[in-house]
């Protein structure tokens, strides 16, 4: 239900925009983003740190979008928050010598350091390469083809990263842990 109630807004706006344009579908979009929070607030009590980080980003830039009715300042948003993630990871590995990904997941899995920092790593490229994409399409393709990317390209490349890194943590998982896996957990 969590992760349905964050594709919400992305979905209105697409539909939002295909139907009536890009200040409409800004419009449609913050408030799409505070309703979503209104909700996660009162059925979960608490908002995560990197939903409001993005919530907010959403609320300024799709607020800005409206009010010029220039798509660019959500061009903008998008690669503001993938350069935020990726030196918020970088930092935290290179410099605090703790990479995220395993405050993140370290509850959950038990990997060694190396690994943790592999995947780290791995994520910090991941944000990077969406930037550099973003850019790109953004400059070089038109405003409806940005679109299409932002609601449905960069699900699917956090997909295929997912996937990729769900195939790296496997290879460290305790060998009878993976068999529990592979028979579904059953005994």
């Known amino acids: 239900m969590?992760?349905?109630?964050?594709?919400?807004?992305?979905?209105?706006?697409?539909i939002t925009y295909k139907l009536s344009g890009v200040r409409d579908a800004a419009i449609v979009l913050v408030i799409a983003t505070l309703v979503q929070m209104a909700i996660l607030k009162w059925k979960y009590g608490t908002i995560e740190k990197q939903q409001k980080v993005m919530?907010?980003?959403v609320?300024?830039?799709?607020?800005?979008t409206a009010y010029f009715n220039e798509i660019?300042?959500?061009q903008w948003k998008v690669t503001l928050v993938?350069?935020?993630?990726a030196i918020i990871l970088l930092v935290a590995q290179f410099q605090f010598k703790t990479p995220l990904i395993k405050k993140l997941l370290g509850k959950e899995i038990k990997l060694p350091e190396k690994a943790w920092n592999?995947?780290?790593?791995?994520?910090?490229i991941f944000f990077m390469i969406c930037m550099l994409v973003n850019i790109y399409i953004s400059r070089n393709m038109s405003e409806a083809a940005w679109v299409d990317f932002k609601s449905f390209g960069?699900?699917?490349?956090?997909?295929?990263?997912?996937?990729?890194?769900?195939?790296?943590?496997?290879?460290?998982?305790?060998?009878?842990?993976?068999?529990?896996?592979?028979?579904?957990?059953n005994l």
């Open 82 to 85: 993938n350069a935020l993630f």
């Open 55 to 57: 919530a907010s980003a």
């Open 118 to 124: 592999t995947l780290n790593l791995g994520w910090a």
């Open 2 to 14: 969590k992760q349905l109630l964050e594709f919400i807004p992305l979905i209105l706006f697409f």
């Open 154 to 185: 960069l699900i699917g490349m956090t997909l295929i990263a997912t996937l990729i890194s769900g195939a790296y943590i496997y290879k460290f998982l305790p060998k009878d842990e993976q068999n529990n896996h592979k028979d579904g957990g």
């Open 59 to 64: 609320i300024f830039f799709g607020l800005l």
């Open 72 to 74: 660019h300042y959500l």
